[in-house]
């Protein structure tokens, strides 16, 4: 079993900054890719930024102002958030592509943390 835990977001003002933290824990052999999504209000979930052996992906939304980062011995990735909109919110959720043995792989979720942008 593997859990995912965000946290991190907050209300924060048009140009402020946030950092979220996402940790993976339980039984895991290895991480393929962590990254992180986001829905809007209304909106579907969209991929915001992942990192991991296919390398690294922004959305175009967000290219220049955020940065996503791992930290392999703690199994942990981080989106630092710059220059934040009001489009910027939403729930932001973390997702990791793990093999948890030698042979299989799965798909995770976290619970999400909500980031909301004022004007």
């Known amino acids: 079993q593997v859990q995912l835990v965000e946290s991190g977001g907050d209300l924060v003002q048009a140009g402020g900054s946030l950092r979220l933290s996402c940790a993976a824990s339980g039984s895991i052999f290895q991480i393929n890719q962590m990254g992180w999504y986001r829905q809007a209000p209304g909106k579907q979930r969209e991929l915001v930024a992942s990192?991991?052996?296919?390398?690294?992906y922004y959305a175009d939304a967000v290219k220049g102002r955020f940065t996503i980062s791992r930290d392999g011995a703690k199994n942990a990735v981080y989106l630092q958030m710059n220059s934040l909109k009001p489009s910027d919110t939403g729930v932001y959720y973390c997702n990791a592509d793990i093999r948890y043995n030698n042979y299989d792989n799965g798909e995770y979720w976290g619970k999400g943390t909500l980031v909301t942008v004022s004007s």
């Open positions: 990192e991991g052996r296919g390398g690294t």
